[in-house]
């Protein structure tokens, strides 16, 4: 089988180096929110993503929330918002949200612990 090798450009690299790099390496705050049930991106993407920054020993500035809404990005304004003010509050104050900033009465689920990668 033959295959195409296709090299990539210089600004696409230094873009994804810049802002794409999952090896964990944070130097900002970064609070990802995901569906408990994707059938896109599996939430399981989270776990593996938390060992990488823990590996980095970048703990501090993750903060993973999850939702108990169903399919991809599929969020309400009412959480999105709550992300909002969640990101803004850490911004602003150094401090990292906490779960009050994700009611479980619009939907978030504080408790629940993304699978293991890979499943």
């Not at 993503?49 to 309400?76: I, P």
Request: one cysteine or more; charged letters at 20%; proline letters at 8%.
């Amino acid at each position: 089988m033959n295959q195409t090798q296709v090299a990539a450009s210089p600004w696409g690299r230094d873009y994804v180096e810049r802002f794409g790099d999952i090896r964990g390496v944070l130097k900002r705050p970064v609070l990802s929110m995901h569906t408990i049930t994707d059938g896109l991106a599996p939430v399981a993407h989270e776990s593996a993503y938390r060992e990488l920054v823990e590996k980095r020993g970048n703990s501090q500035y993750l903060v993973q929330d999850y939702t108990t809404g169903v399919g991809h990005c599929a969020f309400t304004g009412e959480q999105i918002l709550a992300a909002l003010a969640a990101m803004n509050h850490w911004l602003d104050t150094g401090v990292k949200p906490d779960a009050t900033f994700f009611p479980e009465a619009i939907g978030f689920n504080n408790s629940f612990v993304p699978p293991p990668w890979p499943y």
